[in-house]
C-alpha cells in the first residue's frame, strides 16, 4: 500500500519504490531505501512528514504515493 494510506503515529518497512528512474533516485536520496523503517508523524495539506533514518523528511502526496509500504 502506498505511504499515504498510513495514519500519523504509524510505523512500516518500504518494500517498493515506484515512479520513473529519476523520481526513485531522488527519493533514495532523501532516505527511502527498500527495507528501511519509516513513521509518518503527520500528513496534513495533501503532504506528509516522516521520520526515517532518525531524520525527518516531508515529501507531497504525489511523491508519498510512489512509496510502498
Given amino acids: ?3 499515504t494510506l498510513l495514519q500519523p503515529g ?3 518497512i518500504i518494500t517498493r519504490i515506484g515512479g520513473n528512474p529519476n523520481t526513485r533516485r531522488f527519493l533514495e ?3 527511502f531505501v527498500v527495507g528501511t523503517p519509516v513513521t509518518v508523524i503527520s500528513a496534513q ?8 533514518k532518525d ?3 516531508a515529501v507531497s502526496s504525489q511523491m508519498a ?4 509500504v
Fill in 1 to 3: 500500500m502506498p505511504l
Fill in 10 to 12: 504509524q510505523s512500516s
Fill in 29 to 31: 536520496g532523501l532516505g
Fill in 45 to 52: 495539506g495533501g503532504n506528509v512528514i516522516v521520520s526515517i
Fill in 55 to 57: 531524520v525527518r523528511v
Fill in 65 to 68: 504515493c510512489k512509496i510502498f
